[in-house]
């Protein structure tokens, strides 16, 4: 059972913008940096937001990310058609140890 | 970075298994490799990380003991192993680069692209 709680799936027309929510249980509680990956489908998962809100260098500035406590969130604006695909959260239970969130399936209506 | 994976196994269960990831374009020895589990359909687990130059490794307690982690630096490359596979053991596992900003900011940021482990009688 994940510690971190996202929406099982979230849906918008193009154009549109989204968000997914993050949320740390209380076993989890640290309040640490909350990181997030697009995994298209049959492919590797890809860091899309590190540290909270940061972009890789390559990732279009419509995916943007935010945290406040122990809640994050991952907003894509002008929604896409190649947006459509899986999305996670995860961050750190200690040093060393990561924790994934469920994970949110975008639908592109 | 590049992190390249060997190819798909399909194993019986109580077989003996080792699937690889190989690392290329950074600092080997310096930085943390993790691996992650994704049964089909399902979500992304963390089974356990390494950092090869010191040889010192971290598991996930829902694997500990059901999985190896180790690495040759001569050939920059890491390695999962089991000793009896389970058909519980079917999943696609990745491998992915540590990337440290501070002592609880790490993130992984270049993933290889998956092996497919099938564990069927």
């Known amino acids: 059972q994940s510690v971190l709680t996202q929406p099982p799936s979230v849906s918008g027309t193009p154009g549109q913008r989204v968000t997914i929510s993050c949320s740390e249980s209380?076993?989890?509680?640290?309040?640490?940096?909350v990181h997030w990956f697009q995994q298209l489908p049959g492919t590797a998962p890809k860091l899309l937001i590190f540290s909270d809100d940061r972009r890789p260098s390559g990732v279009p500035d419509r995916f943007s990310g935010s945290r406040s406590g122990t809640s994050a969130s991952l907003a894509i604006s002008g929604l896409q058609s190649e947006d459509e695909a899986d999305y996670y959260c995860a961050t750190l239970r200690d040093t060393l140890t990561f924790v994934f969130g469920s994970g949110t399936r975008v639908t592109v209506l | 970075a590049q992190m390249v994976q060997s190819g798909a196994e399909v194993k019986k269960p109580g077989d003996l298994l080792k699937i690889s990831c190989q690392g290329s374009?950074?600092?080997?020895?310096?930085?943390?490799i993790a691996w992650v589990r994704q049964v089909p359909g399902k979500g992304l687990e963390w089974v356990g990380s390494i950092l090869p130059g010191e040889n010192r490794m971290r598991y996930n307690s829902s694997f500990q003991g059901q999985v190896t982690i180790s690495a040759d630096k001569s050939i920059t490359t890491t390695f999962l192993r089991w000793s009896s596979l389970r058909a519980s053991d079917t999943a696609m596992y990745y491998c992915?680069?540590?990337?440290?900003?501070?002592?609880?900011?790490?993130?992984?940021?270049?993933w290889g692209q998956g092996t497919l482990v099938i564990v069927s009688s």
């Open positions: 992915a680069r540590v990337q440290t900003g501070s002592q609880f900011d790490r993130w992984l940021d270049s």
């Open positions: 209380a076993s989890n509680i640290g309040g640490h940096p």
């Open positions: 374009g950074y600092s080997f020895t310096s930085q943390w």
